[in-house]
């Protein structure tokens, strides 16, 4: 089953909050895509469902988002065409409970503006974003901005994407564990982390071999912890506190 939505019947509250998005194999959009206009109003998204942006729009929480599939039978977000996708925004208004998991999410950019500089971003918000495949995009894997963020990021996989798998800023306190860095089209590091406050939660992640000649694993800047424990780590790590 296929749905379409265009620019002028934008998703908001009032038509899908409540609700789930169950009963459409296939969601393409055709505009921004707004999920919840309040942080108790809740949008679920089933196993199976792929939602393709048919042009270069974004996805804004400002409620819950449950987009959890199975290992099995996982969530698509990804690009109808060739031309890519913006973003899964998080606001800071977004509910704390959202949760992001066992997804593909491919394709994407940014969506031009601070702070939300990746393909998902947390903006003083802390979602659960756990055992995805975060491939193939033009931009950040996943931008962590502002103090109120500690998203707990762990299991995903993250490889042939064109910019930092993660990127922490402006006192984000991150959990990082369990996760796998492949390699990524980008010759600096694969995890950035600038005045965070995360580092003892850095752990067990895993970081591949096959970097590029001149790029490092790890580089931390202006931190005020000490760096976590037990990351697999092939390459160079680079910590200025």
Known sequence: ML????????????????????????????????ANNQTTDTL????????????????????????VGTITDSITF?????TNWMSLNFSNSANDSSKVKYCIIEYGTESGYDPYRG????????PTISNNTIQYNDNKGIYI??????????????QFNSNYS????????????????????????????????????????QFSYWMLADQKSISCTEMSKQFGEKN????????TI
Not at 78 to 82: G, K
């Open 145 to 158: 901005d502002g103090s109120s963020a500690q998203p707990s990021i762990f299991g995903n996989i993250f």
């Open 119 to 126: 393909v998902i971003n947390c903006n003083n918000s802390s």
């Open 166 to 205: 993660v990127y922490g800023n402006n006192s984000a306190a991150p959990e990082i564990t369990s996760n796998i860095f492949g390699f990524d089209w980008y010759n600096q590091e694969t995890l950035f982390l600038r005045n965070c406050f995360c580092l003892l939660f850095v752990i067990w992640n």
């Open 232 to 239: 697999f780590v092939f390459k160079s790590i680079k910590i």
């Open 78 to 82: 990804t690009r109808n065409a060739s």
């Open 44 to 67: 679920t998204i089933s196993p199976g469902v792929e939602i393709r942006f048919d042009g270069n729009y974004r996805f804004d929480v400002f409620g819950s988002l449950i987009a």
């Open 3 to 34: 749905m379409r939505l265009c620019q002028s019947c934008t998703l908001l509250f009032e038509q899908l909050a409540k609700h789930s998005i169950s009963l459409c194999w296939l969601l393409i959009v055709l505009g921004n895509f707004v």
